[in-house]
């Protein structure tokens, strides 16, 4: 199992950025894909899921009505468009996926909110 996420950089507080999550060595149309961020000193926190058919999402309370996830499953890609992003949305932001029990992680992708 392999996740490369994409995407990320500096953007100024109120604008917008678009991650990917290539995922690659599993059957990706079958399973549930989310993504995670971890900010400088803090626990790492889920922000969005999406299930196998892309018919059923969850944000966490923060991302709710600025954040979508999406897939495509014809490109085994997952993405998560930011608008509105806030000085506390900097973090490396992890594409996960649970796979036969165990977690897989990409190496995250660094946003930075900032004027």
């Known amino acids: 199992v392999q996740l490369v996420e994409s995407g990320g950089g500096l953007v100024q507080p109120g604008g917008s950025l678009g991650l990917s999550c290539a995922a690659s060595?599993?059957?990706?149309?079958?399973?549930?894909m989310s993504w995670y961020r971890q900010a400088p000193g803090k626990e790492r926190e889920l922000v969005a899921a999406i299930n196998s058919a892309a018919d059923s999402t969850n944000y966490s309370d923060s991302a709710k009505g600025r954040f979508t996830i999406s897939r495509d499953n014809a490109k085994n890609t997952v993405y998560l468009q930011m608008n509105d992003l806030k000085p506390e949305d900097t973090a490396v932001y992890y594409c996960k996926t649970r796979w036969r029990g165990v977690d897989y992680w990409g190496k995250g992708t660094l946003v930075t909110v900032s004027s």
């Open positions: 060595g599993f059957t990706f149309s079958s399973y549930v």
